[in-house]
């Protein structure tokens, strides 16, 4: 071919290409000067857009170039990289020095003893049960941090079979989340909860109320039932599954149309007081023979100390078997900022409320507490612990054990590791095969570390572990023992029989 030509071909697809460029700096040159919207792009055509862009980018490049290993939120970098390690199986250690803060206010302290518990001395750490004694079927409870509630839906089919297998074989539970039971859910053969969120989905008739049938089937494949009143991340919100992620089979296992928006309403239609709430528990737990528990968000002290007063009052047999105790700082789920925000009591102010409640009630023994809210190293599970839980439940330390990079898009569908989508092509990032071992992996290090924190306070097992184990930073420079921040408080009542 003649140069001639070459350079005659060159020249007219440049002159195409620059009438293009040209044609399209035009088009949104006019595009911006004339619409009524954006006050930055009429004043400023196309350079404006520049700021968009960087708005949107920032983010990302904070996470990445500008915040330090523990500046940012909702996890910091150094949180994020201990739970990847874990995860990966390659240990915690490091070197150096802390950039923990133990000047900052609410850090923790471990009161280590001067003479450990020596490695031929230590003990596993005990299951416990519950419902034993008021349920046919008890569940006993071999982890102390368990997989919190995460629906099939909100998450994909990969990330719910990796939870699910990593599950089994770490022993601990998986909680269904409100979107049902899903056969995802089934194939790893571990201990499920299965909870009945306020639209009572997959567990509910045709009409969308309450299916005792559905209930006593399902009652075969799970543990136990969870009611959930609330959570973290929106108290007094129901949940919402945008219409692009209702595709048939979520349809189908959650009782509604395809591709329509999944609202669950704010509240349970068929309980709106404590008595309404215990009957619910004694109903399930007598119809399905498993124990039944509640989650809750604490706003306050009046609900807890409703609840125990009511139980006193009726007997131990109305009691849930377990509460699990939801942070304001939860947030798996998407959220209006306002309720993420500003909604709920932290974990750290509602655990020990709850505790305390059901210890001058004498009702600790009975009922189970399992604390969540952002709760996701073992120093947190310890201090949960040393508070009065008896286990931990997280969400987002396991989605960060599936390879989660806090991209912040859960509820965009466009998740880039494959965990809350349900695009093809992005599902496919996340291999099964891989992610359940660091699913096992991450759950089976928090239990050994939360173990060492005790060996270390000079306890045989973790549970063990009690306030006079652990300080909280006040501020800087001084700290006080958390039995002295929270004194343990007498019982008071007396439990009808």
């Known amino acids: 071919m003649p140069d001639s030509l070459i350079d005659l071909i060159i020249y007219s697809v440049g002159t195409i290409l620059g009438l293009i460029v040209v044609g399209a700096i035009v088009t949104f040159f006019i595009r911006d000067v004339t619409q009524k919207e954006h006050a930055i792009l009429r004043n400023y055509p196309i350079i404006g857009r520049l700021r968009y862009f960087f708005e949107i980018q920032g983010k990302y490049f904070r996470q990445y170039f500008f915040s330090g290993d523990r500046d940012e939120m909702p996890f910091n970098r150094a949180t ?72 099939y839906g909100a ?63 399902i009652a075969r494949s799970v543990k136990a039932f969870e009611i959930k009143l609330s959570q973290g991340a929106k108290p007094g919100k129901g949940g919402v599954l945008p219409a692009s992620k209702v595709n048939p089979e979520i349809a189908a296992i959650r009782g509604i149309p395809p591709y329509q928006d999944s609202i669950s309403p704010n509240r349970h239609h068929d309980i709106g007081n404590i008595d309404e709430l215990l009957d619910q528990v004694a109903f399930i737990r007598e119809l399905t023979g498993r124990p039944v528990g509640v989650k809750t ?15 006193l009052r009726r007997g131990l047999e109305y009691a849930p078997d377990f509460l699990t105790i939801d942070g304001g700082e939860g947030g798996s789920g998407a959220a209006p900022q306002t309720l993420l925000d500003h909604a709920g009591l932290p974990i750290t102010e509602a655990l020990p409320r709850v505790v305390d409640a059901l210890i001058e009630s004498g009702l600790k023994q009975r009922i189970r507490v399992v604390a969540a809210g952002k709760l996701v190293t073992s120093a947190q599970g310890a201090w949960a612990l040393c508070v009065g839980a008896d286990f ?56 050994h570390e939360i173990n060492m924190i005790a060996h270390s306070c000079g306890l045989k097992h973790a549970r063990e572990l009690r306030r006079e ?29």
């Not at 750490?125 to 997989?147: H, K, V, W």
């Not at 022993?171 to 989340?177: D, Q």
Request: hydrophobic share 40%; proline share 5%.
């Open 80 to 151: 994020r990289k201990w739970i990847y390690k874990n995860a990966k199986n390659k240990g915690g250690i490091i070197g150096f020095g802390s950039t923990y803060d133990l000047r900052e206010p609410g850090a923790f302290i471990f009161v280590n003893a001067a003479f450990p518990i020596l490695e031929e001395d230590q003990l596993p750490t005990p299951a416990l049960s519950m419902g034993e004694g008021y349920c046919d079927q008890p569940f006993l409870a071999r982890s102390i941090i368990n997989i919190s509630a995460m629906s």
């Open 155 to 217: 998450i994909s089919t990969p990330a719910v079979r990796a939870l699910s297998r990593g599950a089994a074989k770490a022993g601990c539970w998986l909680n269904t989340g409100e979107g049902g039971l899903a056969p995802c859910h089934l194939e790893g053969e571990c201990d499920r909860i299965m909870q009945i969120g306020t639209a009572k989905y997959g567990i509910r008739d045709i009409q969308g109320n309450f299916s005792a049938t559905r209930a006593r089937e």
């Open 297 to 311: 968000a604490i706003g306050g002290w009046h609900f807890i100390n409703e609840l125990c007063d009511t139980i």
């Open 392 to 447: 931990i439940n997280t969400a987002r330390g396991f989605m960060f054990a599936l390879g989660c990079i806090q991209a912040m898009r859960c509820h965009l569908n466009t998740c880039p590791t494959g965990i809350t989508t349900h695009n093809p092509r992005l599902q496919r990032g996340l291999v099964v095969e891989e992610k359940y071992l660091r699913v096992a992996n991450y759950a089976l290090n928090v239990n």
């Open 469 to 497: 184990h652990i300080r909280i930073v006040e501020k800087a420079g001084i700290s006080v023992a958390l039995n002295i921040l929270h004194p343990y408080p007498e019982t008071k009542s007396t439990v009808r029989n």
